[in-house]
């Protein structure tokens, strides 16, 4: 497997424009996590999915930002309208299960996303 | 809510030498995870703990939890330069499916 891949890698949109992420986790793999690095605020957890279903949301900034995912091998983020301050990397990660059976995540390589 | 913290924020150590960093939670948890971030890369899982284990070796990693003062820690021994990135820990709350990290660890090992 290629691993969870994530596109496009890098983004420079200008403000006020719909940007949208997309994401495509390791096949058979059950829970889907987006998240947004920062240097200030670090790795935060926006949203995350099992079975194509989101779970928590609590992490999602604003209303400007929303997420899916229509089907097993896919997912996107969509940030509408864009501002200076969503600028940061955005990851997407997959895992096959969690909790007590304890899984590890496996991480795309992220979305740079320059909001100018 | 975030659940990892790591401490200190930046380690710079000589190659060879052991390098530890610390990771403290807020809640029960069901497991912990550490994972290694190369510079401009994605997170990399490294060693997980589950919260009835008290300690877990792989390779030149080794891994303790305190569940009694919530918080772990990583030892890695005689560090390389290869070793440099940030280092982070995530921890999966109990009767939760959130993993959530801390601001990481930068570490640095000079050659």
């Known amino acids: 497997d290629a691993g969870v891949i994530q596109s496009p890698r890098h983004e420079v949109t200008e403000m006020g424009q719909e940007v949208t992420l997309r994401c495509k986790p390791i096949?058979?793999?059950?829970?889907l996590f987006w998240y947004r690095q920062t240097m200030m605020r670090g790795l935060e957890l926006l949203i995350y999915?099992?079975?194509?279903?989101?779970?928590?949301d609590s992490g999602m900034p604003e209303d400007r930002f929303s997420a899916k995912m229509p089907n097993a091998s896919f997912s996107t983020l969509k940030i509408q309208p864009s501002e200076p301050r969503d600028s940061a990397v955005y990851f997407c990660a997959s895992t096959p299960l969690f909790g007590n059976s304890g899984t590890e995540a496996f991480f795309g390589q992220g979305t740079r996303l320059t909001v100018v | 809510s975030q659940q990892g913290e790591e401490d200190p924020q930046a380690l710079s150590i000589q190659e060879g030498e052991n390098a530890t960093m610390n990771c403290s939670y807020k809640?029960?948890?069901?497991?912990l995870q550490w994972y290694r971030q190369n510079s401009g890369r994605g997170l990399v899982h490294l060693i997980l703990?589950?919260?009835?284990?008290r300690e877990k070796h792989s390779g030149r990693l080794r891994v303790t939890l305190d569940t009694s003062k919530k918080s772990s820690s990583l030892l890695i021994t005689a560090s390389r330069a290869a070793d440099t990135a940030s280092y982070f820990c995530g921890a999966i709350g109990a009767g939760s499916y959130q993993l959530t990290f801390g601001k990481g660890t930068k570490l640095s090992v000079i050659p």
């Open positions: 999915f099992n079975n194509n279903v989101p779970i928590d």
């Open positions: 809640t029960s948890i069901n497991n």
């Open positions: 703990i589950r919260s009835n284990e």
């Open positions: 096949s058979g793999h059950d829970y």
